[in-house]
């Protein structure tokens, strides 16, 4: 049976302008690392300190600021929750986690069996959400990744290192071509899809002699929701993103091939900053084609989408300068008034 499906419209989204919200997450020092106070966390704020010049500290704030401690799931429930309520009306959001390659991007997203991360809970609630509801809920996954501006389906094996190519049909929406999208019956069989999906990236990883935390990966969860007393249908998505880390890597490495691939990371996560600027300031032009990943999200970043991201911090020292660049993208993401302040 055919259900007629009703547009949402733009008017029809009271949050339309809310700006892109940005949380910042300080991961606790691992057992290897000597504990430091160079990062501190105060309510919504973070304080870093460089012990080169102590008295100086500078302060940054955010929409929220969690400390080591926080749980995976006090970070689910007040930030990622809300977002899904959204998504059943028809609304798109995207969460992305940026931070240098050991800050906790991972960890963040995807998590471990004993912590789970925000891919697994979203699943989870999802799945909870649509064995409970009256309407008719289907769920679809994608997943892909961006390396060197190529995007590869991470769905299935992949046996090219020639990327999908991005097309903008008939209504200007723009879509990856041929990438797979699987329709999801459980959680089980989520968790199947997801773990196969894993290996192939990290085998094809493995083959280009790429270490992952150089890619970015798009897991993207499509949720139609059907309504049949109202014969409403409505489509959401949920983007849910692991960047490429965003340490500079010209520092390290003086590969050729590195390089390319520092250029081609250091492009997509400057077209990312850019495109959250001109969205925070309502710019008319905003600059989505500057990247792969920036076009492929254009329906989810900005308009009637909600957006989020996660800051991940190292604490200590030995990150500082990594730490600092962190969190001056961040908060050219923000207002002005979220500028570094120093107290001396
Ligand atoms: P990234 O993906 O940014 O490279 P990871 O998520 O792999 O970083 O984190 C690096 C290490 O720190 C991992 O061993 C991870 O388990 C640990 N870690 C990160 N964040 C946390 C956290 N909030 N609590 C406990 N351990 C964490
Ligand atoms: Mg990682």
């Not at 999802?126 to 995007?151: C, G």
């Not at 590969?255 to 925070?280: H, P, Y």
């Amino acid at each position: 049976m055919q259900f007629p499906i009703k547009k949402i419209t733009k008017t029809d989204n009271p949050i339309s302008q809310q700006k892109v919200k940005v949380v910042c997450r300080v991961r606790p020092f691992l057992p290897h690392e000597f504990p430091d106070d160079t990062v501190g966390v105060d309510g919504n704020s973070i304080k870093i300190t460089n012990q080169r010049n102590p008295t100086e500290i500078l302060k940054y704030s955010f929409n929220a600021c969690y400390g080591p401690t926080t749980a995976q799931t006090e970070l689910f429930n007040n930030d990622v929750y809300p977002l899904l309520d959204h998504v059943l009306k028809g609304l798109n959001a995207t969460i992305f986690a940026y931070g240098v390659t050991g800050s906790g991007k991972t960890h963040t997203m995807q998590g471990s069996q004993e912590h789970p991360g925000i891919i697994p809970r979203t699943l989870r609630r999802l799945f909870e959400i649509k064995n409970t509801s009256i309407n008719r809920i289907d769920i679809k996954v994608s997943y892909m990744e961006i390396y060197k501006e190529n995007v590869y389906d991470l769905l299935v094996p992949r046996d090219s290192i020639t990327g999908l190519a991005i097309r903008e049909d008939m209504n200007r929406n723009i879509f990856v071509a041929n990438l797979t999208e699987k329709e999801i019956n459980s959680y089980a069989e989520f968790e199947k899809v997801y773990s196969a999906a894993c290996k192939h990236r990290s085998t094809a990883a493995t083959k280009l002699n790429v270490h992952s935390s150089r890619s970015h990966a798009i897991l993207c969860i499509y949720v139609t929701c059907r309504d049949d007393a109202r014969g409403t249908t409505l489509f959401g998505k949920i983007n849910l993103i692991d960047l490429a880390g965003s340490e500079d890597n010209r520092r390290t490495e003086n590969g050729k091939e590195r390089l390319v691939e520092s250029a081609a990371i250091n492009k997509s996560l400057f077209a990312l900053g850019q495109v959250v600027e001109a969205l925070s300031q309502g710019s008319s032009r905003i600059p989505y084609r500057d990247s792969k990943m920036t076009r492929i999200l254009q329906d989810s970043l900005g308009g009637r989408s909600l957006s989020m991201i996660i800051i991940n911090i190292s604490p200590g020292q030995a990150f500082y300068t990594d730490t600092y660049n962190t969190l001056n993208f961040a908060t050219r993401t923000k207002e002005i008034e979220n500028r570094p302040e120093v107290n001396q």
